[in-house]
């Protein structure tokens, strides 16, 4: 048989549909691939074959006995290693949760195995999610598929990679501030983040809880729309769930939107910007021209701030998130034998010295316990983080910092507002440039921050946004082009992406 | 604002971190870095701008008051580093 990997989600369904093809077949043909590719790619940290191939073989015999189906069904969807699956270890690539295991199912995992999905590994990640390289695991670093000595993005780049590989047809991630969408424009991929609230939060270990989303990755507009269907809607457990109606997208996906207005923004063009990526963003301008939209110019004037912003809400909302992990109720617990003889010996050495205030300033074992362990168990990237949240929330500077960015998001938000009362849809790059070399940028986190300038506003903004394949740069890596729409809009999202997928096509298949 | 390494430090103890001297090092001049970068949103005029906690500025999302069932004990205690049958364990946190 041809090799299965290649093959859109949807094709593949039709084959499971026809019976051409078993999902255990399929299944293991992703398993092959995976142990074909991803000691070189490392996209997964954990492959969980054994129990993919029981539930395709579920599936094939329910689908022998005649049984409906879920719109999923025998396709193999990989997860990065964020949402919790009752049972299996969930460690957001950090050695704090190293051995935690889930103790229930998030909504998203509940949804997906509902669709009858197989669930075939978790994905790599920036450790909680925290950074745009997928650098930031603990465990591993992932590879470009394009290029293996380049980032694959991230956070979600574990996620992005194996779509990209062909070691899963699709994925699901999540974005704070262009996790999916960054890591999808550099893998060549196809990646969506929802309006904050479509896709239930239950279950997601939580990074920055007013931006996280979670959203999926395919190589086809289409196949992102029937993932999206399958996570999307009001979940009671998360009390930010917009108790709405999802409408399915999937079945309306192919129809072009007539009279499309698509919104180009000045403000994007901004310094820094590749001028490989500049053009082929320019030619997706074109394409939609070409396709009848009408292309408006709309002005986003505090689309400059949106990395401040971000870089005062995240780490802040991030700080508050991740006290949880104090070395107690679960996760990384120091050595308590060797703390207590720490302060033992601290103790003593301030007491020979009669420094009253130096003994007062030795730390209670509670508190050396929570300190020793969140040190042990957080890598540099997220201690950076919790620090700057603590910083900007604390006495004396909260109305500076974070007070301040809250108002700035107001003003980023109502940007998006007026440009969106002249236009249906806003273009334009995803990234700043194409994927960077793994370790280019590891000792330079102010302009890691900077490489999300364009993605970081639909999170504050909470609008959903998407990265389309929209060219190649003459070294051979993928360029993506974002489409944002307004609140509760993917179908529109979807659509006008679908629209410039036909015109373009999908991005080659890398080779491996 | 330029930030100190004691500034560094006290931050720290705050966030329940125990930075080494290499640590505070590194992170002192990073830290100042970025927060110089985001003091760039003091130049924003927003006098009388209400502050955006949220996307969605929902609020008392209320559901009806019924038992549910929710997690047992024993899985909520299952991936606790120190316990016994009752709760979670901690060091002694009074003297004597």
Known sequence: MADLTPLSAAKQRSLLDTGEVTSVELTQAHLDRITAVDDRVGAFLKVTGERALAQAAAIDKRRAAGESLGPLAGLPVAVKDVLCDEGEIVTCASRMLEHFRAPYDATVIAKLKAADAVLIGRTNMDEFAMGGSTENSAFQPTHNPWDLARSPGGSSGGSAAAVAACEAPLAIGTDTGGSIRQPAALCGVVGMKPTYGRVSRYGLVAFASSLDQVGPFARTVEDVALLYDAIAGHCDRDSTSANLEAKPTAPVVNEPLKGLRVGVVPEHYAEGLDPEVKAAIDAGVERYRDLGAEIVEVHLPHAAHGIATYYVIAPSEASSNLARYDGVHYGHRTDETAMHAELAAERKAAAETGDKAAIKKIDTALVRLYRKSRTEGFGPEVQRRIMLGVYALSEGYADAYYVKALQVRRLIRQDYDQAFEKVDVILGPTTPAPAFKLGELTDDPLSMYLLDLYTVSANLAGLPAISVPCGMSKSGLPIGLQLMAPPLEEERLLRAARMHEDAFGTAPLATL | ?96
């Open chain 2, 1 to 96: 604002m330029a930030i100190s390494r004691a500034e560094v430090e006290r931050v720290a103890l705050l966030a329940r971190l125990d930075l080494d001297d290499a640590q505070l090092e590194a992170l002192t001049p990073q830290l100042a870095e970025i927060v110089a970068y985001v003091d760039s949103l003091a130049a924003v005029d927003t006098a009388g701008v209400e502050p955006m906690a949220h996307a969605v500025e929902l609020h008392n999302v209320l559901r009806a008051d019924e038992v549910r069932p929710g997690l047992s004990h024993e899985a909520a205690l299952a991936n606790a580093p120190r316990k016994d049958s009752v709760g979670f364990k901690v060091p002694a946190v009074l003297d004597g």
